[in-house]
Nanobody, 116 residues
Framework: QVQLVESGGGLVQPGESLRLSCAAP????????MHWYRQAPGKQREWVAH???????NYLDSVKARFTMSRDNAKNTVYLQMNSLKPEDTAVYYC??????????WGQGTQVTVSS
């Protein structure tokens, strides 16, 4: 059973920042694309950001100027730095590993709430 362990969620005010972490087993982290998704109440799960094993990244347009995904290969961990948070960023954030040919693994999710 592959475990992805997320942390770093919480309650913040609009304009503040949070950093989410996702730790993965080494054999997953080194060969799989890593993604962040989010799911707001009453909405479908939405892709947010992605990084490859070589460190290339891409982002959902609405977060591109505010969120940064990075990876620490020594710690087998990816991060999502979220700045200038808005109420519409409120969601459960999930880490996902997608490995060729067809495996996918999910974390348990971490709640991010942006509210004044």
């Amino acid at each position: 059973q592959v475990q992805l362990v997320e942390s770093g969620g919480g309650l913040v005010q609009p304009g503040e920042s949070l950093r989410l972490s996702c730790a993965a087993p080494g054999n997953i982290f080194s060969r799989c694309d890593m993604h962040w998704y989010r799911q707001a109440p009453g909405k479908q799960r939405e892709w947010v950001a992605h990084t490859t094993p070589m460190g290339a990244t891409n982002y959902l347009d609405s977060v591109k100027a505010r969120f940064t995904m990075s990876r620490d290969n020594a710690k087998n961990t990816v991060y999502l730095q979220m700045n200038s948070l808005k109420p519409e960023d409120t969601a459960v954030y999930y880490c996902n590993a997608r490995c060729l040919p067809s495996a996918a693994y999910w974390g348990q999710g971490t709640q991010v709430t942006v509210s004044s």
